[in-house]
């Protein structure tokens, strides 16, 4: 079993749809969830952090985490061309400094 | 406010010889981890520095060494390169132990 897992698409919505996307991790002591966004050819990018259970929004962007089902998703509303992408998954271990990546979720979004 | 920097950018190497790369931290930031990006991949964790000590390591062979300096800026050297070495080498630091923000990247291609 992967550490942190993702579909890794691709996930296809049209504009102005909302994207849903995936992730679990097996280590159930992990406390700090992050989500990044990484570009063709360009370095990954944080987007969204989440450390407690529940829905974080931060404009178009929602996490969401479960920590009962080892489960951490990111909602992105009103998708736009631009956020076609790749998506991280990033969990930090129990021990506090290592940080585990998903293997990433490939976002078109058509026109 | 200059963000996370890395040298070089690319870099291209034959199998046996050894490389330093480069990463000066965001101002205020302390730690600094380094990341293996294989094409299609998330970010491998290869070892984390604080206050000039590796903190932490992944699973990446004592080919894989690094350093930081007082100025929290830190290399990142790899001995008697392997084809397999060849990805995105990232660089990421960070004021806490949770978020990272990402520098651009150096591109090593070992031939």
């Known amino acids: 079993q992967k550490e942190v897992e993702q579909n890794s698409g691709p996930l296809s919505v049209p504009e102005g749809a909302i994207a849903s996307l995936n992730c679990t991790y097996s280590d159930r002591g992990s406390q700090s969830f992050f989500w990044y966004r990484q570009y063709s050819g360009k370095s990954p990018e944080l987007i969204m952090s989440i450390y407690s259970n529940g829905d974080k929004e931060d404009g178009r962007f929602t996490a969401q985490l479960n920590k009962a089902s080892q489960y951490v998703s990111l909602l992105i509303r009103d998708s736009q061309p631009s956020d076609s992408a790749t998506y991280l998954c990033a969990v930090k271990n129990t021990g506090g400094f290592k940080t585990i990546f998903g293997a990433g979720t490939r976002l078109f979004v058509k026109a | 406010d200059a963000g996370v920097t890395q040298s070089p950018t690319h870099l291209i190497k034959t199998r046996g010889q050894q490389v330093t790369l480069r990463c000066s931290p965001k101002s205020g930031h302390d730690t600094v981890s380094w990341y293996q990006q294989a094409l299609g991949q998330g970010p491998q964790f290869i070892f984390q520095?604080?206050?000039?000590?590796?903190?932490q390591r992944g699973n990446f062979p004592d080919r894989f060494s690094g350093h930081q300096f007082p100025n929290y800026s830190s290399e990142l050297n790899v001995n008697a390169l392997l084809l397999g070495d060849s990805a995105l080498y990232l660089c990421?630091?960070?004021?806490?132990?949770?978020?990272?923000?990402f520098g651009p990247g150096t591109r090593l291609t070992v031939l």
């Open positions: 990421a630091s960070s004021p806490t132990a949770n978020e990272q923000f």
């Open positions: 520095y604080y206050e000039e000590e590796e903190r």
